[in-house]
């Protein structure tokens, strides 16, 4: 700030004063504002400005502050700012209790948490101060955080040289009033002619009699110009009001006051100028001149102007938001709000919201209204939340709302500002996506399709909720990745699946579809039809795949089944001879309904010959005593098939223990029906007119085959 003028003599008895000083420490109302926003626009409780004054830093305006941390309060944070090369540089602290020195150590001792902090530096480049976003817990700001506050430094600094603008005019206005206290007449506007602050001029009889070097500096031309002017009025005044101004500066009467215009100028080369001109006249001896001083001020209206565009840029951002912006007055009163505010909560136009109370926006008490009851007893601000608001008109829309409030050291409300976000339509496409995806459950659930979905982008590939049931997996045994897919493909398959479903990925093809074997949970396999969809970003990169995945396992074994029983009856229609005819039966058995199998004509008498046996390893057959002969037993042997043959009805052994096995063994070699590794058994009576003519013996692969055992022997009841 500059140093006060030496009181000198003057003969301006009528030049109106400067405006008067503020109390040091205070700041005008702009910082008030620029702290205001900062708090506002980087969501903090509290921002301050502090300024350099002549008994060290002090806080200058505020908003937010605690207890002793109020205006005029000792505040050293240019201090804590980071040095490079000597000059300050901006200051980012987390959390000013955990490490970075003294200096910042000492903004915890304030009461400072987290800070973001700007320097202050006046034309001069001189640092007068900080402009700063405080929380009381830690915090970390971003890039996008500090862009902001230095914009906010930036238009304080403008307002600090304003400040200094206002003190040198109020110093300029003491020294004029100690001149016109101690001298009069032409020597006393001799004796501040050399000082810089301020142009004087003498206008009498049309002419400008005498101006000081400020003057002439200000208007652009030298004292010799000035002084040889024939029409000087030209030089002061532009536009349609300088008759008028002229006109009351001469009408003026010694002790009736001065004339104050602000008046654009054209300087000798052509450039602009803006300047504050007092007018007033005096009496020297018998004499009444016209006496002047004027002030450049136009880097104050240039930096003026640009506040003000600034500020309306400010307003534009906040009409044209898509975020419904609201502000209200200490008693909750809505003083300003935005377009988007308007149409959320069911009013024509912005402007007939103004003055409803926030709690009272709804048509009838909802929860906005339970926040801001909540806000105004306890303040601070109130997390996102997604909530329902009623409207005007009593229609409902689904917002985020989020509501905050300032108070002053004494608990008192500052501002209340609301923000809400309109969600509804993505809550009505949650609501459906949730309906659809339920009844996409359901259908899974009732079917035995299974769906899966690999993200290629990050390699996660997911079971919809049938798959590990339908599979036999438990939730936990299933792994999110294609590999935990692919090591389940049938060995046999595997190759042909993985290549395939990679080729329609490379390709250009959107589809694949395969049938393969994949393992279950319990150690079998199940036959699968899978389809698979691929998804592509607009350049044709694949991203995604989607399969549905059936289980045909029970379709396949039907189909094989009805197979074979057309092979079974075409052999036993087209063979004559009984020995070729028993050996292509029971060759036909294997593999499809079993490991082995052994064919046994029963004789009129009852005894039983081994007519064919066949095994899936040939090299085997030896084990199951192909030339073996069973006689009659009328006390009911241990031989099943000795058994089925007297009684004439199936036999089943579903899991074979000992006792099963040595029964086996009675028509087998002793202990062959363990060594075949024998795990369960079926045997089929072959019957005419109700006459068993063979037994059909079979190792069963599981104990799905029964069920075709029937079938089986009706084959071959008709032959």
Known sequence: MTNPAPAVGGILPHLLPGPPAAPEGAAGPELERVARLAARVLDTPAALVTLIGEHGE???????????????????????????????????????????????ASLGHAGLVACLAQPLRDAAGTVRGTLAAIDFLPRAWVEDEEMVLRELAAFACHEIERMDAREEARQVGDALQSAREALTGVEA???????????????????????????????GHTLEEITAMDAPEDLLFEGEDRERLLHAAQALRPGDGSVHVCTPMRRR???????????????????????????????????????????????????????????????????????????????PSPQAAVGVELDRLEAEPGELAGKVVKLREGGGATDPSELDLVRRDGTRVRVVARLAADFDADGHPLEFRGYLVDVTQRALREQALQLSDERLRLLELATNDVTWDWDLVTGRLSWNDAGPLRLRYTPD?????????????????????????????????????????????????????????????????????????VDVT??????????????????LDSALDVQVTAASLARLCIPVLGDFCMVDLVKPDGAVRRQAVAHVRPSREKLLAPDASLQ???????????????TGEPLLCAECDDAALEALDAALEPGSARRLGTHSYLLVPVTAHDTVLAVLTLALKSLLEWRYA??????????
């Open 632 to 646: 009659p037993d009328a006390e009911a042997g241990p031989s099943p098939v000795a058994q089925v043959a007297r």
């Open 58 to 104: 002090s806080v200058a305006a505020g908003t937010g502050l605690r207890d002793g941390l109020g205006v005029g309060a000792t505040l050293p944070l240019t201090r804590a700012l980071r040095r490079r090369s000597g000059e300050p540089r901006p200051l980012s602290v987390r959390d000013t209790r955990r490490g970075g020195g003294r200096r910042v």
């Open 710 to 719: 029937d079938e089986l022997a009706a084959v071959h009841r008709r032959h």
């Open 189 to 219: 506007l001799r004796g501040i002619a050399e000082q810089p602050w301020v142009g004087l001029f003498m206008w009498e009889e049309g002419r400008i009699r005498w101006a000081n070097p400020e003057f002439a500096r200000i208007v």
């Open 554 to 571: 029970e379709r396949k074994r039907v189909e094989e089944t009805q197979r074979f029983l057309a092979r079974a009856g075409s052999v």
């Open 269 to 347: 080369d052509g450039s602009g100028a803006r300047v504050e001109l007092h007018l007033g006249r005096i009496a020297i001896g018998e004499r009444f001149v016209l006496v002047g001083a004027g002030q450049d001020v136009s880097q104050t209206t240039a930096e003026d102007d640009a506040v003000r565009a600034e500020l309306a840029r400010y307003r534009r951002v906040f009409d044209d938001d898509l975020c419904g912006t609201v502000v209200a007055s200490p008693d909750c009163r809505i003083v300003a709000c935005n377009a988007e505010f308007a149409r959320l909560t069911g009013f």
């Open 477 to 549: 045994e299933v792994r999110r990745s294609p590999e935990w897919h692919f090591e389940r493909v049938h060995p046999d398959d595997r190759e042909r699946v993985v290549a395939g479903l990679h080729e329609a990925i490379s390709g250009v093809a959107a589809g694949w579809t395969d049938e393969y074997r994949f393992l279950r949970g319990d150690g079998t396999y199940a036959t699968v039809h899978d389809r698979a969809y691929v998804m592509r970003n607009p350049r044709g990169h694949p991203v995604r795949v989607t399969g549905w995945m």
